[in-house]
């Protein structure tokens, strides 16, 4: 616990949570601008849409943002040149621990603000009746953990390298990879595709009528699998890169 709370005292200072609420402003923007005005359709099936949006959004903007969390939560120590002095004071996986912890957290309500603003804009606007509690909750769980395996890959690299912009290319391809399966499919079992496996909605497109339907998920075995991957990842991430960063030398 008390490596835990050194992780938020160090950070106090190095406007991590800033850089998160720059990100949830960017979606918010995106959100005021690209729903207002729905028709009756959009007004019929908004709560979809919303579930639907958010998995887009956070598959091609969070992979990207992980990485500059991870790199802002690990990098304080390479600028000082002290993960081998920490070493004698806190056992190395503890420390890696408390990283990870710190990371969930913030993420865990990052999520929570993201969620709140866009159901919030969803009363505002008046989409009718409420929304489903039940696809809401397993949707923010889902998202929640295919973002920490994100989070978990990143916090390794930048822990393990000194130079941030080799976690940060990481990041930046991962943003371009669920870029182009958000494109091809609505699941994969790459980790950067794990918030298109966790979406709970699909928008079918009718090109005679031209309009789209949207419609909560009917999980093939495969799209199963795909999201039974998100918590698999999860774990090889914490697992691995606890490892490999207690049996480095510094």
């Given at each position: 616990?008390?490596?835990?709370?050194?992780?938020?005292?160090?950070?106090?200072?190095?406007?991590?949570?800033?850089?998160?609420?720059?990100?949830?402003?960017?979606?918010?923007?995106?959100?005021?601008?690209?729903?207002?005005?729905?028709?009756?359709?959009?007004?019929?099936?908004?709560?979809?849409?919303?579930l639907?949006?958010?998995?887009?959004?956070?598959?091609?903007?969070l992979?990207?943002?992980?990485?500059?969390?991870a790199?802002?939560?690990?990098?304080?120590?390479?600028?000082?040149?002290?993960?081998?002095?920490l070493?004698?004071?806190?056992?190395?996986?503890?420390?890696?621990?408390?990283?990870?912890?710190?990371?969930?957290?913030?993420?865990?309500?990052?999520?929570?603000?993201?969620?709140?603003?866009?159901?919030?804009?969803?009363?505002y606007?008046?989409?009718?009746?409420?929304?489903?509690?039940?696809?809401?909750?397993?949707?923010?769980?889902?998202?929640l953990?295919?973002?920490?395996?994100?989070?978990?890959?990143?916090?390794?690299?930048?822990?393990?390298?000194?130079?941030?912009?080799?976690p940060?290319?990481?990041?930046?391809?991962?943003?371009?990879?669920?870029?182009?399966?958000?494109?091809?499919?609505?699941?994969?079992?790459?980790?950067?595709?794990?918030?298109?496996?966790?979406?709970?909605?699909?928008?079918?497109?009718?090109?005679?009528?031209?309009?789209?339907?949207?419609?909560?998920?009917?999980?093939?075995?495969?799209?199963?699998?795909?999201?039974?991957?998100?918590?698999?990842?999860?774990?090889?991430?914490?697992?691995?890169?606890?490892?490999?960063?207690?049996?480095?030398?510094?």
């Amino acid at each position: 616990m008390k490596t835990l709370q050194l992780e938020f005292y160090k950070i106090k200072r190095r406007k991590v949570w800033l850089t998160m609420l720059a990100m949830l402003s960017a979606q918010m923007l995106w959100g005021l601008w690209a729903l207002r005005n729905p028709g009756d359709r959009e007004l019929q099936s908004g709560w979809l849409v919303l579930l639907y949006d958010l998995s887009m959004l956070d598959s091609i903007m969070l992979p990207t943002m992980m990485s500059i969390l991870a790199s802002r939560l690990a990098d304080i120590e390479h600028k000082g040149c002290t993960y081998k002095q920490l070493k004698t004071l806190r056992s190395a996986g503890s420390l890696y621990h408390a990283k990870a912890v710190c990371g969930f957290l913030i993420i865990a309500v990052m999520l929570i603000i993201q969620f709140a603003f866009f159901i919030s804009l969803g009363y505002y606007l008046g989409y009718e009746g409420n929304p489903d509690l039940k696809y809401y909750l397993l949707s923010y769980l889902l998202k929640l953990t295919a973002n920490l395996s994100l989070f978990l890959l990143q916090l390794a690299l930048s822990m393990l390298f000194a130079n941030q912009m080799i976690p940060m290319a990481a990041g930046l391809g991962g943003s371009m990879t669920a870029l182009l399966l958000s494109f091809v499919k609505t699941s994969s079992f790459l980790p950067w595709g794990g918030n298109l496996s966790a979406s709970l909605v699909h928008a079918d497109w009718n090109p005679d009528a031209r309009i789209i339907t949207y419609f909560y998920r009917t999980f093939s075995t495969r799209e199963q699998a795909a999201v039974v991957c998100i918590f698999v990842w999860a774990a090889i991430f914490y697992v691995s890169g606890r490892i490999m960063f207690t049996r480095r030398e510094l």
